[in-house]
């Protein structure tokens, strides 16, 4: 199983990003994706859900009306669009899977690095 991050760079505030998560090696039906950050001596924060067939989303407060997650099936992929980006956005982004039922995200990606100039 593995899932793919990518998508990350520098932007100036204001900005946007799309992240991608190609997501293999198994069905992903039933799991609920998530994408995390964990800025500099930070601890790593939840930022968004959602589950497989899309529906369910759940934002952190901090990205609320800015972000959207979405997953596009055919392509086994989970996007992470990022609006009005702003400094303290600033982290590594990590996907991650976990089964609908289990409170733990069995699965993590390798990170990508968003940075966002003030």
């Known amino acids: 199983v593995q899932l793919q991050a990518s998508g990350g760079g520098l932007v100036q505030a204001g900005g946007s990003l799309r992240l991608s998560c190609a997501a293999s090696?198994?069905?992903?039906?039933?799991?609920?994706m998530a994408w995390f950050r964990q800025a500099p001596e930070k601890e790593r924060e939840l930022v968004t859900t959602i589950s497989w067939s899309a529906n369910r989303p759940y934002y952190a407060d901090s990205v609320k009306g800015r972000f959207t997650i979405s997953t596009d099936v055919a392509k086994n992929t989970v996007y992470l669009q990022m609006n009005s980006l702003k400094h303290e956005d600033t982290a590594v982004y990590y996907c991650?899977?976990?089964?609908?039922?289990?409170?733990?995200?069995?699965?993590w990606g390798q990170g990508t690095q968003v940075t966002v100039s003030s």
């Open positions: 991650a899977a976990r089964e609908d039922l289990s409170p733990r995200y069995a699965y």
């Open positions: 090696g198994r069905a992903f039906s039933g799991y609920i």
